[in-house]
């Protein structure tokens, strides 16, 4: 794979400045040991926030001109691909401009390279598809439907590393501007990665790229330059223990100056491993060892171990913040931390008041909008109320379908530099890696434009729609409906976590809303109400749906309340069937009637 350094440049850039970081970078790889270890981390950490500022403005002079590099893009793409089996079948290489292609190429969905992917997974015959081999294949969480493989290469790699590079320059400068000392420039990121499989052919697959973190010094030092926890830390795949790790690392750092996580629930959900085990936390730092009960390869064990030692006067001084409670705990225990990093949009905007509870007034960061097919977007402006994320033009080849037109067949699209303000459209992206007019299933609002790049919205996953009769509910519908909703259970309920699915087996046909809540008081009394409260917001944003309550070819929706920990459990049956941690997002729509049955054993009060 190739190295973090590898940055890829905008269309029509000079290169310059690109080449000499990547000469670097092979420069440090083909060094001697010690050396590539000196040149390594000293290098990186003179050059790297060069590189992501330069990232940045090319990002931004990407959004002045999106029709020429959405143009090179796709040109970049056709000439590439021209030779494949694939390349061939859609005469690649006398198509020149979008209006050609879109004329030459149906949309696409998974199904449509199932039989490729497989046949590739197999033989490892990557040309049927691209001209570049395989380097992974992205395995999707399976949450909403069947598992996919999703092809990546050095080229789809390359378009990830601008977008991140860009995001740690906005997030450098996010910290500069949210504190009033010199941040250390250390962060605490909430991850760890699963082992790697391999296809009959041996290409890797799973849900992230952890084998390069263990063969490459570049990849290693460029974590201790950003992160609190050490390189081996990544690499623990029970997720409790690398939380644990990480939050023992990370409350050594006084200094920290942010969190990061793919999502607001990875947060969430260390903050909870962090009140539940505070105590043996602290113990570990009071003696310098690492709790022996924790589940850790013997080998990282060692590793971490190495690096602690007894910090009597730290421990303490957490230990009297964490007996004073855990309300507003993060900013007590890092008094410079600046912001937390993760995505809070679309299934993640549950978690944000409960995250709240811990990190206080600190400010959330939203910085990123992408898929295992393709990176989307970027947060340029931080500061936004609701996160919105400019399309980055060099990511993909992007065209967009009008909501009112995704029912049809073929339905005819508009470019990136088409969309209207307050519009709603579904994604379609074509990528370096192989897939071609490709809808995402993404539904997006335009809500502005900047510069000349559309600014979006996350809206919902069009596999996520409550759609009886064809009126189309969507996930946020839902989620507002039962925040109007949870007060009339008593002043203190909290909504813990929901889900749904569709009742066919009776008529008329309903919603089935699954709610855990916490609440102090009786709850069973007031559910008709919390119901009730349900359908008139449903009915209020959605016509369709209140039309169809009037014919009663709709009945009311269904509000069933399950024990605490019901969704611990459900996602645990997730993780066991091969979803990842770090890109589990809870279904807000279930089908699988194994995990509709576990809710449904763990029913304690319905209407």
Not at 1 to 16: D, Q
Request: proline residues 5%; charged residues 20%; aromatic residues 10%.
């Amino acid at each position: 794979m190739r190295s973090p350094l590898s940055i890829y440049p905008a269309p029509g850039e000079t290169l310059t400045f690109y080449f000499e970081v990547n000469i670097v970078a092979n420069l440090i790889q083909n060094s001697t040991h010690k050396l590539a270890d000196w040149l390594s981390f000293n290098l990186l950490k003179l050059l790297l926030p060069a590189v992501s500022q330069r990232s940045l403005k090319s990002l931004q002079k990407d959004t002045q001109n999106p029709a020429s590099v959405q143009q090179k893009v796709l040109q970049t793409i056709l000439k590439r691909q021209q030779e494949t089996d694939y390349g061939k079948k859609y005469n690649f290489a006398n198509l020149h401009s979008g209006d050609e292609f879109r004329k030459a190429h149906p949309l696409t969905t998974y199904e449509d390279y199932r039989s490729i992917i497989e046949n590739i997974a197999n033989t490892g015959n990557f040309s049927q598809l691209v001209a570049e081999p395989i380097i992974l294949f992205q395995e999707t969480a399976g949450t909403t439907g069947q598992t996919k493989l999703i092809p990546r290469t050095k080229s789809l790699f390359d378009t990830y590393q601008k977008s991140f590079q860009a995001v740690a320059a906005l997030t450098e400068r996010y910290a500069w501007k949210n504190q009033t000392n010199s941040p250390s420039g250390l962060g605490l990121a909430f991850a760890n990665a699963q082992p790697l499989k391999h296809t009959p052919s041996g290409i890797p697959k799973g849900t992230g790229t952890s084998g390069g973190i263990r063969q490459s010094k570049l990849t290693q030092n460029l974590i201790k330059l950003k992160f609190s926890s050490p390189p081996s830390l990544f690499l623990i795949s029970n997720y409790t223990s690398a939380y644990y790790c990480h939050l023992l690392f990370g409350l050594l750092e006084t200094n920290l100056s942010y969190i990061s996580a793919n999502f607001a629930s990875n947060v969430l959900q260390a903050l909870q491993i962090l009140e539940e085990y505070w105590s043996q936390i602290v113990d570990d730092i009071q003696s310098g060892q690492i709790n022996p009960n924790l589940d850790i390869d013997d080998l990282i064990r060692q590793e971490l171990q190495a690096l602690l030692q007894p910090n009597p006067e730290r421990a303490q001084t957490l230990k009297d913040k964490f007996e004073q409670g855990f309300a507003g705990i993060i900013p007590k225990i890092w008094p410079q931390l600046s912001h937390i990093q993760c995505i809070t949009t679309g299934a993640m905007q549950i978690y944000k008041e409960r995250l709240q509870f811990y990190t206080g007034d600190l400010p959330i960061f939203s910085h990123g909008y992408g898929a295992s097919e393709s990176w989307i977007g970027v947060n340029l402006q931080p500061e936004r109320e609701n996160p919105a994320y400019a399309i980055a033009p060099h990511a993909a080849f992007f065209e967009f379908i009008p909501l009112d037109r995704g029912e049809v067949d073929n339905p005819s699209t508009v470019d990136l530099m088409s969309l209207s303000v307050g519009e709603r459209y579904e994604i379609v992206v074509t990528t370096l890696a192989g897939l071609y007019r490709y809808r995402l299933g993404d539904i997006v609002q335009c809500v502005g434009y900047y510069n000349r790049t559309p600014i979006v919205e996350f809206l919902y996953r069009q596999g996520s729609l409550l759609n009886l009769y064809n009126e189309k509910v969507s996930e946020q519908t839902i989620f507002s409906a039962l925040t109007q909703a949870i007060p009339c259970l008593g002043e203190n309920a909290k909504l813990i976590d929901y889900t749904t699915q569709m009742q066919f087996s009776s008529q008329p046909w309903c919603y089935i809303i699954y709610a855990e809540v916490d609440s102090p008081g009786e709850i069973s009394s007031h559910l008709s109400q919390c119901q009730n409260q349900i359908e008139c917001s449903i009915r209020e944003v959605n016509k369709s749906y209140q039309k169809l309550r009037e014919a009663n070819r709709i009945d009311l929706p269904k509000v069933k309340l399950v024990q605490r920990g019901s969704f611990d459990l459900l996602k645990s049956q997730f993780l066991k069937r091969g979803s990842s941690e770090n890109q589990f997002k809870m279904p807000r729509l279930l089908k699988n009637p194994d995990m509709v049955n576990l809710l449904e054993d763990r029913v304690v009060c319905e209407v």
